[in-house]
């Protein structure tokens, strides 16, 4: 029930026999459809750009409902499982019952969604961002205590050994590398202004 504005851009040569591979590609926030305008070019026209000319691709690139000319959700409780059946409707309107998946962002987690919701349809699934599981509390005590006291949270030497180092090296670069989560943590609303 809801307008989504989408760009569908079809491969303008394809040789005889030659098919072109169908990409849905998601954007996240505070982004749109145009994240992915320089690199259609690529995909759709791939010897054009000295790539390999049997790697063309369809792609599509819908705006996420709520996010550039896609009409917003009516009704409360819209999230990235309603955006994922959202596009697969899309997929399958455009004809489609087989494509590759690319997301980012949001996009991630709505291009994972739709990949664990329909799996046969999913012939591959690109992330340029990772979620991990939520973290609870009980875990962040574990690491917080397993440093100096491992075998009160069930960590053995070998697991502090091994563990340790990296959060050492990495967790102050994250820290002060991650301003873009921080934002989104406390003034989501700044980066879209």
């Known amino acids: ?44 026209e791939p010897s054009k750009h000295n790539l390999n000319p049997n790697l063309a691709f369809e792609v599509i690139c819908p ?43 949001w996009g991630s987690f709505i291009t994972t969604l739709l990949a664990q919701m329909k799996p046969e349809c999913v ?8 979620s991990l599981p939520k973290v609870g509390f009980s875990q962040i005590v574990s690491l917080l205590i397993g440093r100096y ?6 960590m053995t030497r070998e697991d502090v050994n091994r563990l340790y180092p990296y959060f050492e090296k990495n967790v102050y670069a994250l820290l002060r590398e991650s301003g873009y989560m921080h934002i989104q943590a406390t003034k989501p609303d700044t980066v879209g202004k």
């Open 123 to 130: 012939l591959g699934l690109h992330l340029n961002m990772v």
């Open 1 to 44: 029930g809801l307008d989504v504005h989408f760009i569908h851009v079809k491969p303008p040569h394809l040789g005889p026999g030659q098919k072109s591979r169908p990409l849905l590609m998601v954007h996240g926030w505070p982004g749109s459809f145009y994240e992915f305008y320089h690199i259609i070019p690529l995909l759709t």
């Open 149 to 154: 006291l491992p075998w009160l949270v069930g």
């Open 63 to 105: 705006s996420i409902p709520g996010y550039g000319f896609s009409e917003g959700p009516h009704k409360k409780g819209f999230n990235a499982l309603a955006a994922a059946r959202i596009f697969y409707k899309l997929m399958v309107r455009l004809g489609f019952t087989e494509f590759y998946l690319q997301g980012g962002d």
